[in-house]
């Protein structure tokens, strides 16, 4: 069993920066292509960086960067110059290579393991 708990979210303007955490417990194999979706309502879930950052969004390339502590224990999304549009729902999950593409990122979470989410709100 995972356990994911995202935090970091807040409200901030536009041309801010915010950096969420995901803190991971449970089976380490299951933490591979640890990534970042985020949901706005009426929208579909989308990977914004995947597979600890091999792949980014254009929508987010360049401003959006993932880390994590050397412990692997907490995965980082650090987003800078922050705009309205990334307003939107937070989400790390673990991702199956089937569900993983280079060219594409991440499609969705393994065995469905998401945390709660984090909400990140920017204004203009």
């Known amino acids: 069993q995972v356990q994911l708990m995202e935090s970091g979210g807040g409200s901030v303007q536009a041309g801010g920066s915010l950096r969420l955490s995901c803190v991971l417990s449970g089976d380490t194999v299951r933490r591979a292509y640890m990534s970042w979706f985020r949901q706005v309502p009426g929208k579909e879930r989308e990977g914004v960086a995947c597979?600890?950052?091999?792949f980014y969004a254009d929508s987010v390339k360049g401003r959006f960067t993932v880390s994590q502590d050397s412990a692997e224990s907490t995965v980082y999304l650090q987003m800078n110059d922050l705009n309205p549009e990334d307003t939107a729902m937070y989400y790390c999950a673990p991702v199956l290579r089937s569900d993983y593409s280079d060219d594409s990122g991440c499609r969705t979470a393994a065995f469905g393991y998401w945390g709660q989410g984090t909400q990140v709100t920017v204004s203009s």
């Open positions: 597979a600890y950052g091999n």
